[in-house]
């Protein structure tokens, strides 16, 4: 993109998207939990922080290796898993 206003309101964006979505799943893991409010959110962030690190880091392999198409081919493998397990997962209503 030759505008880096176009990049920066793009990189606002997202990133105020994320934060905003990790704040609102941060909260809800304790409020909808039947019983060990406190364990799940414990187990939230220990997921969130040890799946940021671990794709994190392999992200930065895949950069490496394949440039960003293969930074984006993670993105969208991840994004397909984590749709799959929800699918998979919730119940349906």
């Known amino acids: 993109m030759p505008n880096v206003w176009v990049i920066v309101l793009g990189m606002v ?3 105020g998207g994320f934060f905003a979505s990790h704040a609102v799943a941060s909260g809800w893991s304790g409020a909808l939990a039947v019983a060990g409010r406190s364990q799940s959110a414990s ?13 994190g880091y392999l992200g930065g392999i895949f950069l490496a ?19 799959a397990l929800v699918v998979a997962v919730l119940p349906r209503e």
């Open 65 to 83: 290796g394949a440039g960003w198409a293969g930074t984006v081919a993670m993105v969208i493998a991840l994004t397909v898993v984590a749709t």
């Open 13 to 15: 964006v997202l990133t």
């Open 43 to 55: 187990l939230y962030n220990v997921g969130y922080y040890g799946g940021s690190s671990l794709f």
